[in-house]
Each structure stands twice: as C-alpha cells, then as structure tokens.
C-alpha cells in the first residue's frame, strides 16, 4: 500500500494520483480544479442540499443533487440507480468505449503513446512484453517517436545506477549483477553516447525542478565518466540516503537487508515507464469492447 511506511511524511498520497488520471483523460471538466478544491466546492453544495431541506423543498431528492455534481463537475457516464446491486469491476461495453474516447480524445492524453497503441487491435497490444518492444513493433508517429527515443536513452543512462545498486547491496557476491554491470559499462551507449547525453533535456520536457534530482544526474554522468568505481559507489550510498533516511537505507544496514542468493533483485533495472500499468488498461478496455457481441 502507499504510504505504509512513510506514514504522515507521505508526500504523494494515491488519492492526488487518481486525480490525475481524471485531469489527464478529461474527465473533469475543468482541468485546473485541484482535488481540495473540488472537495470544498461539493462540501458548499451539500450544505446547500441541506438548507433547501431543512426549509421545505423535499422535491429536492439525493439523485438531483448527484446529476447537478455530475453537470457541474464531471464529464462522466452515469451509473444505474440499481449500481450498487451489480457492483463489478469488469467495464461494460459502454464504459470501454467511453474510456478509450476519453483517452483519445482529451488534450492531454490525444496525443500520447497510450492513444497511439489503442488503436491497434487486442492481439497487437497482448504481444508487446515491454516498453522497448513498442519501437521494434511499430512505427510511431514523429512527435511520439522523439519522446519514446528520449525515453529510452535516458533508460540506457541512468540504468547502470541500479545494477550498481545490487553490486553493492551483495558486496560484490551477485555474479549476475556483476555482469551486468560490465555489460553496462561496456555497452554501445555508455562508450560511444553516455558522455554526451543530456539528461536536461529529459527534465524539461517533464516540467522536473527537483534540484537534488538534478544534482544527483550531473554527479551520476561525472562519476560515470571518471570510471571511479569509489566515486559511483558514494555518490549511490547518498542517493539512497538522501532518498530514504539513513534509518531506512538498505546499503550498509544488516536490519533492512540481508542478501540471500543471485535471484534477489532490488528494483528494476530497466525504467518501464508504467508500461504494465498501461497495458493492463488496454486489455481492460478490449475486453470490454467485446461484450457489444455479448
């Protein structure tokens, strides 16, 4: 669960990330309107609902005040009355349909590789095992092209931190990792693009200003370049404080980790991009596409 050990010092809480996702495919009518304000906007109305009540007007039943949040607010399907009867999380066929309208149609999601790959049919979308399938599958539009090619060289260049991250969480005893790590230092990108990337250009077509993150990245490219395997090592021990708390770090901490076998594998090494997440959503939407038949 998110937030299970974070506690109160949760920073992103998974309620502002659904939010998201309703701005994103346009389900909120007004894209600016932040989740706080929307909680107070329908405070104001239900304590309007009550003051019409409590004044006599019992014509104003809940299922009014449901369409007028609904009108106000929500660019939406509404649910039966009976919803609550027939609760299933499989989409209907007309939840699917509207779903992928939405996402192809949204400003902020039209164009974006998750509209591309919806239309392409179920069979299509089942056969990509992962985000770096995409570009040997298909040909992607120019805009989507030079996003996706960025994603996946800034993949190439921060990737060796986690591999490294495992070398050192096994003080050197993961012969897996190990070799990956000299794969990684030895590879076509690191030797011939590595020194010349520039990660700014992934932040600012990201919006990121953290400034510990950008630190960390020039530190990363640096240290890298200097083949100063004392250097990297530091620089990741930091990071991983810097991130988690010394008290929750598990680099050099016995009570948070203890490495077992060659199959322990902190993180991934490899950035998906929330690929899986999308998938699955696809094939959420294609099954339900089929019960129009149904």
């Given at each position: 669960?998110?937030?299970?050990?974070?506690?109160?010092?949760?920073?992103?809480?998974?309620?502002s990330i659904y939010w998201n996702g309703l701005r994103t495919f346009g389900?909120?009518?007004?894209?600016?309107?932040?989740?706080?304000?929307?909680?107070?906007?329908?405070?104001?109305?239900?304590?309007?609902?009550?003051?019409?009540?409590?004044?006599?007007?019992?014509?104003?039943?809940?299922?009014?005040?449901?369409?007028?949040?609904?009108?106000?607010?929500?660019?939406?399907?509404?649910?039966?009355?009976?919803?609550?009867?027939?609760?299933?999380?499989?989409?209907?066929?007309?939840?699917?349909?509207?779903?992928?309208?939405?996402?192809m149609t949204s400003p902020l999601s039209k164009d974006s590789l998750f509209?591309?790959?919806?239309?392409?049919?179920?069979?299509?979308?089942?056969?990509?095992?992962?985000?770096?399938?995409?570009?040997?599958?298909?040909?992607?539009?120019?805009?989507?092209?030079?996003?996706?090619?960025?994603?996946?060289?800034?993949?190439?260049?921060?990737?060796?931190?986690?591999?490294?991250y495992n070398v050192l969480l096994s003080n050197g005893e993961n012969h897996?990792?190990?070799?990956?790590?000299?794969?990684?230092?030895?590879?076509?990108?690191?030797?011939?693009?590595?020194?010349?990337?520039?990660?700014?250009?992934?932040?600012?077509?990201?919006?990121?200003?953290?400034?510990?993150?950008?630190?960390?990245?020039?530190?990363?490219?640096?240290?890298?370049?200097?083949?100063?395997?004392?250097?990297?090592?530091?620089?990741?021990?930091?990071?991983?404080?810097?991130?988690?708390?010394?008290?929750?770090?598990?680099?050099?901490?016995?009570?948070?980790?203890?490495?077992?076998?060659?199959?322990?594998?902190?993180?991934?090494?490899?950035?998906?991009?929330?690929?899986?997440?999308?998938?699955?959503?696809?094939?959420?939407?294609?099954?339900?596409?089929?019960?129009?038949?149904?």
């Open positions: 669960m998110i937030g299970g050990r974070a506690g109160t010092s949760l920073k992103r809480k998974p309620s389900f909120l009518k007004h894209q600016g309107l932040s989740l706080s304000h929307y909680a107070r906007a329908v405070t104001s109305l239900n304590k309007d609902m009550e003051l019409l009540k409590s004044l006599g007007n019992e014509e104003q039943d809940d299922s009014g005040f449901s369409n007028e949040l609904s009108g106000t607010f929500w660019r939406c399907l509404l649910p039966p009355k009976d919803w609550k009867e027939h609760i299933d999380m499989d989409l209907t066929y007309e939840e699917a349909l509207y779903l992928k309208q939405r996402i509209s591309h790959l919806l239309q392409y049919d179920e069979e299509f979308v089942r056969q990509l095992e992962g985000f770096d399938w995409i570009g040997e599958l298909t040909n992607l539009p120019s805009h989507i092209q030079e996003d996706y090619s960025l994603a996946e060289r800034f993949n190439q260049f921060i990737k060796g931190a986690n591999i490294r897996k990792s190990v070799d990956k790590w000299e794969q990684w230092l030895n590879s076509e990108f690191v030797l011939n693009e590595f020194g010349t990337f520039d990660y700014h250009q992934v932040l600012r077509r990201l919006g990121i200003h953290n400034m510990k993150l950008m630190r960390f990245l020039g530190n990363w490219k640096k240290a890298v370049a200097s083949k100063k395997l004392e250097e990297i090592d530091s620089l990741i021990i930091k990071r991983e404080i810097e991130l988690k708390s010394r008290d929750r770090a598990k680099l050099n901490n016995t009570k948070n980790y203890v490495y077992k076998d060659e199959n322990d594998w902190v993180g991934s090494e490899n950035l998906h991009y929330r690929f899986n997440d999308a998938k699955n959503i696809m094939m959420d939407i294609f099954e339900g596409l089929k019960q129009e038949d149904a």
